[in-house]
């Protein structure tokens, strides 16, 4: 997107310091933690201020919380929207008061908002290519085939709505493999323990549990073993995110594999905020690029992760 791309939306001055929100979706786990840390970083070591907000798992409160940097005036709005279509309005209001917003991870929806119109743009990781990393290692790791159970993550979020079409798409071409089940476990350790255990007692033939992120494939262990099974063994289980605690996972032979997601955006999204005060070219995506782990290489990188 060139920047003449750009010409209906706020522009942002030059100056030497900026007040800069950032609308950030809940802090239920390391993942969020770390997002909001290397954000936090960057602010204070460019000496920027940083208004910073944590929905709380709301998507409405994080729409009160844009409104709220709206209403004092901030020059620019990182938001991680909760999920792909209540935020757009926040989006707009922005828009409308003059500021220009960068999404932060979780997209919105595309057909109701696009980058250069009404956000300057996305920058994150390729979910569908997460989820196809994920299904392309299943298939070329169990020769045999197998029955998968998927713990899905905040319904209506981009994460989730994209790493489900990566992997079950490249899973529909495999006819040996077969997802028994899918449903929500709302990226949560508890509600993916939960959900794990209720489809565990309803596919006992299940022998694979996908997991959207690191909290439900940690919980999903726990369900595993309250099933009187051996997570690793009789059920293979994968994951997205990285974080330290999966890879220790990993090397103890618990986890199977595990695409990264790379939480740390600070640098990023300070450099284009300045680069779009400066009018330079801004591309409408931006993708961090995700490692991917399994027992192959998790002891060698488990100290790079968060
Ligand atoms: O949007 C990224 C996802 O959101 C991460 O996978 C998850 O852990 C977080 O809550």
Redesign the pocket.
């Known amino acids: 997107v060139a920047r003449s791309a750009f010409a209906g939306l706020p522009t942002l001055e030059v100056k030497d310091t900026y007040k800069v929100g950032f609308a950030q979706?809940?802090s239920?786990?390391p993942?969020?933690l770390a997002q909001t840390n290397s954000m936090q970083a960057e602010a204070e070591k460019r000496g920027w201020q940083l208004v910073y907000t944590d929905a709380a798992g709301s998507a409405a409160k994080q729409v009160a919380d844009v409104n709220s940097m709206i209403a004092q005036g901030v020059d620019l709005i990182f938001l991680?929207p909760r999920e792909e279509i209540p935020l757009i309005p926040a989006i707009k209001a922005a828009k409308g008061a003059g500021i220009p917003v960068i999404l932060l991870?979780?997209n919105v929806d595309q057909s109701l908002a696009k980058a250069g119109e009404d956000y300057v743009t996305f920058i994150?990781?390729d979910?569908i290519e997460e989820g196809r990393r994920v299904a392309e290692w299943l298939v070329n790791n169990k020769p045999g085939g197998g029955k998968i159970i998927e713990l899905e993550?905040?319904a209506g979020?981009?994460?989730a709505n994209d790493r489900k079409e990566g992997f079950d798409t490249f899973i529909a071409d495999h006819a040996s493999f077969e997802i028994v089940a899918s449903q929500t476990g709302d990226?949560a350790r508890d509600k993916g323990r939960q959900v794990a255990e209720t489809l565990l007692q309803a596919h006992p033939d299940a022998d694979v549990i996908y997991a959207?992120?690191?909290?439900m494939a940690i919980g999903a262990i726990s369900a595993v073993e309250a099933a009187g099974k051996v997570p690793g063994k009789d059920v293979l289980i994968l994951s997205?995110?990285g974080g330290r605690e999966i890879l220790q996972l990993v090397i103890d032979g618990k986890v199977a594999a595990v695409c990264e997601?790379n939480p740390r955006f600070g640098p990023k999204a300070f450099d284009t905020a300045a680069a779009y005060a400066n009018g330079e070219d801004i591309p409408g995506k931006i993708i961090n690029p995700d490692n991917f782990y399994d027992a192959s290489n998790a002891a060698d990188l488990i100290d790079t992760a968060y």
């Open positions: 979706t809940e239920n786990n993942w969020r991680a991870d979780r994150g990781s979910f993550g905040t979020s981009s994460p990226f959207h992120n690191d909290e997205i995110d997601c």
